[in-house]
């Protein structure tokens, strides 16, 4: 189940690395571009396979990382503990460890309906 996960995060070019994977979980890491202070919030998959994220909060105390991890919180559909920077937390290329879960509440469907905004 989780494999047709991957597999539409691949279908829309997004590098990444799993983890560790189950019938009901998967672990996976993948880079963020970050672009703090921008004028709009946006985020797109670049012609690299990196997850862009342009927000408007500012890299001040950590300003910045949080919006991004609300951000991926949203766009993956899962809780704010579920992601986690692993590296780059003072740089704009971030390492993004992302855990989903198949859930009673969140099933393959729901999160195929939450990668399509991606």
Not at 66 to 78: R, T, Y
Request: net charge positive; proline share 2%.
């Amino acid at each position: 189940m989780i494999s047709s996960l991957l597999n539409l995060l691949t279908a829309k070019n997004l590098i990444y690395k799993k983890i560790e994977s189950t019938d009901k979980a998967c672990i996976f890491e993948f880079d963020v571009w970050a672009k703090p202070g921008a004028r709009f919030e946006k985020s797109f998959i670049s012609n690299e396979g990196v997850l862009v994220i342009q927000t408007k909060a500012i890299p001040v105390e950590g300003e910045a990382n949080q919006a991004i991890i609300d951000k991926l919180s949203e766009i993956f559909g899962v809780s704010r503990g579920n992601v986690e920077i692993i590296r780059g937390e003072k740089s704009r290329v971030k390492r993004i460890k992302l855990m989903l879960e198949i859930t009673a509440n969140k099933s393959i469907k729901f999160y195929q309906q939450k990668f399509t905004s991606i």
